[in-house]
C-alpha cells in the first residue's frame, strides 16, 4: 500500500526538468543574452552593407534621447495597469506634461520645469483615477476622453501663455545638466572610427553613454530599476500587484484596493508627463504643438512587448526609439540595411515553423519563408528605402514586434475590470 500511494504521488516542481533555452535563463540574463546577439546582428549588418552610420555613437545617442520619453509612458502605463486599471490616456497626459514643462522652465528655471511637468501629468492622471476607480467609468472611454481633453488643454493653455511665439510654440527652455566624461569619451572615439567588427560598434553605444548625456536620461534609468524594486521586493509592490490580479482577493486580506489604485494611476500620470516635459525640455528645447507625435501609445506598446515588466519595457523603448531616431536622422540606407537581416530571421522562423509543424498546419511557415524572399528582392534590388516610408519606420517595428512577441504576453488578469468596493461580501 505504502508503495502504491508513493506512485500516485505527483511531482514536485523540484523534479520537473528545467527550461530549456532563452526562457530558462534568469531576466537580465536573458536581457544580456538578446542585447550581445542583438549587436553582433548590427555590425555584421554594417560590415556587409557597409552603413556605418546604423551604429556610430550620433545613432545611438539619438536613440537614448527617443527612447526615454517612451520607456516614461510606458512605466506610467506599466504602473497604472499593474493596479488593474487600462490607462490609453497615456498621451493626454504627455501632451499636458510638455506645456507644464515649458511653462513653469520659462518662468522659474529647468527643475520647475520638470517639476511642473510632473504636475501636470499628476492632474491628469488624477482625473482618470476619478473617472476610472471612483465613479466606475469604462478604462477606455476615460483614457480617449483624458487624450483629446489633454490636447485641448494644452493648445488652450499654450495660446494664453506663449502669445508672443504665436500660441503654437514656447521660447527656447533653459537647458538642464548633461554629463560628459571627456578622456573616456575621447578614448572611445579613436575606437569607434576605427571600425573593427564589434569592438567599434560596442564603443559607439559605450560612448554614446558618456558623452552630452541628459540629467533628465540618467533619472529615466533610476526610474525603471526603482520601480522593479517597488513593486516585485516590497510589500506595497505586492499589494498594488494583487489589486491587479484579483482585487476580491485582495479585499479579502484588508488591501485598500482603491486606495492603491488611486496611488497607482497618480504615480501613472505623473511619469506620462515627465516624458512629455522630457520631449520639450531634452528632445527639443521648446514646447511645440503636437510634439508627442504619439509616443504616448507607443509606450503603451512598449509595455505590452515587455510584458508589464520594466526590463522589457526597456528593452522595447530602446528599440522603437532606435527606430524613430534613424527616421528623424533621414536613414533610407540605414532601413534598407536592416532589410537583409530581417529577411534571415524571415526565413530562419518559416524554416522552424515548417520543421515544428511538419505533420500539421504550415501556413505560418509558408507565408514567412514567402514574405523573406519578397523582403530580400527588395533589399537586393533596391539603393535605398523610399524616403516617404522612413517616416513609418517607428510605428511598422511596432506592429512587427508584438505580431512576434503576442504569443508570450500575459496582461494582469483584473486588467481593466471595473471593481467597486465591497465586492468580496
Known amino acids: 500500500m505504502s508503495q502504491m500511494t508513493t506512485q500516485t504521488v505527483p511531482d514536485t516542481p523540484a523534479e520537473k526538468p528545467p527550461a530549456r533555452g532563452l526562457r530558462g535563463l534568469v531576466g537580465w540574463r536573458r536581457i544580456l543574452v538578446l542585447a550581445s546577439v542583438g549587436l553582433v546582428v548590427i555590425s555584421l549588418t554594417r560590415v556587409i552593407t557597409g552603413a556605418s552610420d546604423m551604429s556610430s555613437s550620433g545613432a545611438i545617442s539619438a536613440a537614448l534621447a527617443l527612447a526615454a520619453p517612451i520607456a516614461l509612458a510606458g512605466l506610467g502605463g506599466l504602473w497604472s495597469e499593474r493596479a488593474g486599471v487600462v490607462n490609453i490616456g497615456l498621451e493626454g497626459m504627455m501632451i499636458m506634461g510638455t506645456w507644464g514643462a515649458a511653462f513653469f522652465a520659462v518662468h522659474y528655471g529647468a527643475w520647475a520645469g520638470v517639476l511642473g511637468a510632473i504636475g501636470m501629468g499628476l492632474i491628469g492622471g488624477a482625473i482618470h483615477a476619478l473617472a476610472t476607480v471612483v465613479f466606475g467609468v469604462d478604462h477606455i472611454v476615460s483614457g480617449v476622453a483624458l487624450n483629446l481633453l489633454g490636447a485641448g488643454a494644452a493648445a488652450y493653455l ?97 488591501v485598500n484596493v482603491l486606495r492603491y489604485k488611486f496611488i497607482a494611476v497618480l504615480i501613472s500620470g505623473g511619469l506620462a508627463g515627465l516624458g512629455g516635459g522630457f520631449l520639450a525640455m531634452v528632445a527639443s528645447n521648446l514646447y511645440r504643438e503636437g510634439q508627442t507625435g504619439g509616443r504616448g501609445y507607443i509606450g503603451l506598446a512598449a509595455m505590452i512587448f515587455g510584458n508589464w515588466r520594466p526590463g522589457g519595457l526597456a528593452a522595447g523603448s530602446g528599440l522603437f526609439g532606435y527606430a524613430d531616431a534613424v527616421n528623424l536622422r533621414g536613414g533610407g540606407n540605414i532601413v534598407r540595411a536592416y532589410l537583409l537581416p530581417f529577411a534571415v530571421f524571415l526565413l530562419i522562423w518559416g524554416l522552424w515553423s515548417l520543421w515544428r509543424h511538419r505533420n500539421g498546419k504550415r501556413v505560418i511557415g509558408v507565408v514567412s519563408v514567402v514574405m523573406a524572399a519578397v523582403v530580400f528582392a527588395w533589399f537586393a534590388l533596391t539603393s535605398t528605402f523610399p524616403r516617404e516610408l522612413t517616416g513609418m519606420t517607428p510605428y511598422l517595428a511596432t506592429l512587427i514586434v508584438l505580431a512576434f512577441a503576442s504569443q508570450r504576453l500575459r496582461m494582469p488578469k483584473a486588467d481593466g475590470v471595473v471593481y467597486r468596493k465591497g465586492e468580496a461580501s
Do not use: Y
Open 158 to 254: 499654450a495660446t494664453r501663455t506663449f502669445s508672443e511665439t504665436g500660441g503654437t510654440q514656447s521660447p527656447s527652455l533653459p537647458a538642464l545638466p548633461r554629463l560628459t566624461i571627456t578622456p573616456l569619451s575621447d578614448a572611445l572615439a579613436d575606437v569607434e572610427q576605427g571600425g573593427i567588427f564589434i569592438l567599434a560598434d560596442l564603443a559607439s553605444v559605450l560612448r554614446a553613454l558618456v558623452t552630452n548625456l541628459s540629467i533628465l536620461t540618467v533619472l529615466v534609468v533610476v526610474f525603471l530599476v526603482l520601480t522593479w524594486w517597488l513593486l516585485w521586493r516590497t510589500a506595497f509592490g505586492l499589494r498594488l500587484r494583487s489589486c491587479g490580479e484579483s482585487p476580491v482577493a485582495a479585499e479579502t486580506l484588508g
